[in-house]
């Protein structure tokens, strides 16, 4: 049973569309993540919820609306694409005070 | 200063062979530590917490100096599939893991 699993693992789309990533979790964790990793391989975190309350969000443009419709569920939501939106986002989910579990990826590629 | 710091490297190092990373961070105040692993094209696993005392898992060892706020990462009898970038992680006190850039490694044959 795959622990952080995120659908789809591959997008290709054009720009100024707007596209959705899921997240689902089944280790009970309390918080999830989002991250971005650039071409220059850089991890940065994006959002954080706890319990489906927002605790993190380092200044990403609102064109970014994550979603979490319960704790086991983070969805992320982008509007407008830009070229500069292509990267891999991972989900990661956590309990308190413990490491990440990440998700295999999502690979967004705006022509 | 970047808040957690790593060298990027490229590191190529013989099968066989140990190596060592070292990883600075910039708030003393850090609650928590770990070591990374991220393979080409995957997400990234956890290879180990970092304890004040020390801790060692089986070839890893990992080390903790809170006075000089590094920590760092021990590879012995390094193994082709030790190939990989090593990331730095620091949770600052607020549920928010800091990682680093990462450290590539190849092992070679």
């Not at chain 2, 012995?76 to 490694?105: I, M, P």
Request: proline fraction near 5%; glycine fraction near 6%.
């Amino acid at each position: 049973d795959t622990a952080v699993s995120q659908t789809p693992k591959y997008l290709v789309t054009q720009m100024g569309n707007d596209k959705s990533i899921k997240c689902e979790q089944n280790l009970g964790h309390d918080t999830m993540y989002w991250y971005k990793q650039d071409s220059k391989k850089f991890l940065k975190i994006m959002f954080s919820y706890n319990n489906k309350e927002l605790i993190i969000n380092e200044t990403v443009p609102n064109r970014f609306s994550p979603k979490s419709p319960d704790k086991a569920h983070l969805n992320l939501h982008i509007n407008s694409l830009e070229l500069g939106d292509s990267a891999v986002y991972f989900c990661a989910s956590s309990g308190s005070n413990q490491p990440q579990h990440f998700g295999d990826g999502t690979r967004l590629s705006i022509l | 200063r970047k808040e957690v710091e790593q060298d990027p490297g490229p590191f190529n190092v013989p099968e066989g062979a140990t190596v060592a990373f070292n990883c600075t961070y910039s708030n003393s105040a850090s609650q928590s530590f770990f070591w990374y692993r991220q393979d080409c094209r995957k997400e990234p696993k956890l290879l180990m917490s970092v304890y004040s005392s020390g801790n060692e898992d089986g070839r890893f060892t990992a080390q903790l100096n809170r006075a000089s706020q590094y920590i760092s990462l021990l590879i012995r009898d390094s193994k082709l599939s030790d190939s990989a970038t090593y990331l730095c992680v620091v949770n600052f006190g607020n549920e928010k893991l800091t990682f680093g850039t990462g450290t590539r490694l190849t092992i070679i044959p």
